[in-house]
């Protein structure tokens, strides 16, 4: 088993709709949980980061974590069609390198 | 905030030859910085891990003397791979730590734009 699963998609949804997107995880010794956004051909760029369980809302997107069930989700409310990238997971424990889930594809169509 | 620039953010080059890739801290002073490999449809992959003033530490099954290291600045790290072959070809992107305030555990990281390499 991997240590991040993240379903690569695509996901294509209209405009305006509330995406849904996770990762699971095996490792419970991860503390740091965060989004990235990632257009063609440009560098990840962070979304969003949350420290252990909980909720955090910053706008339109919503990072949730669930340590108990291992799985992290990020929403997004109200998509746009620039929300269309590559939505990357990303986790860690203290001091140790990040590890990626494969990042899931959305396209917002209008 | 915090900005990475990476350079070149495209290159071509023929199979045998070298090239440099150079990440650049603008606006703050990075003791780590990360290199990353990224295959199409894939994630990030760490190659590296890059320290100011000392030897990089590779991950597992990454070639050290293909790819060279440098960081000898606390705002400049390099990339080199050396002689390039086709199945060099890939996205390779850096990234600088940015650690939040207690907090201390987490590498919350800043990429730069990464640079797509094709080798001929």
């Known amino acids: 088993q991997k240590e991040v699963e993240q379903d690569p998609g695509p996901l294509s949804v209209p405009e305006g709709a509330i995406v849904s997107l996770n990762c699971t995880y095996s490792?419970?010794?991860?503390?740091?949980f965060m989004w990235y956004r990632q257009y063609s051909r440009k560098g990840p760029e962070l979304l969003m980061y949350?420290?252990?369980?909980g909720n955090k809302e910053d706008g339109r997107f919503t990072a949730q974590v669930d340590k108990s069930s291992k799985y992290i989700s990020l929403f997004i409310r109200d998509s746009q069609p620039s929300d269309s990238a590559t939505y990357l997971c990303?986790?860690?424990?203290?001091?140790?390198?990040?590890?990626f889930g494969k990042g899931t594809t959305l396209s917002v169509s209008s | 905030g915090a900005v990475v620039s990476q350079h070149p953010s495209w290159v071509i080059c023929k199979s045998g030859t070298s090239v440099k890739i150079e990440c650049r801290s603008l606006?703050?002073?990075?003791?780590?910085m990360f290199w990353y490999r990224q295959f199409p449809k894939q994630s990030l992959m760490l190659m590296a891990t890059?320290?100011?003033?000392?030897?990089?530490?590779?991950e597992q099954g990454v070639e050290k003397d293909k790819f060279l290291i440098n960081h000898a600045s606390l705002t400049l790290s390099t990339l080199t791979v050396t002689s390039a072959h086709p199945e060099d070809s890939s996205f390779y992107i850096c990234?600088?730590?940015?650690?939040?305030?207690?907090?201390?555990?987490?590498?919350?990281?800043?990429f730069g734009a990464g640079s797509r390499l094709t080798v001929l």
């Open positions: 990234s600088a730590n940015i650690r939040r305030t207690g907090q201390s555990g987490a590498n919350v990281l800043t």
């Open positions: 490792n419970s010794a991860f503390q740091y």
């Open positions: 949350t420290y252990s369980s």
């Open positions: 990303a986790m860690n424990q203290a001091g140790t390198a990040l590890i």
């Open positions: 606006d703050f002073q990075a003791t780590t």
């Open positions: 890059s320290n100011e003033g000392s030897k990089a530490t590779y």
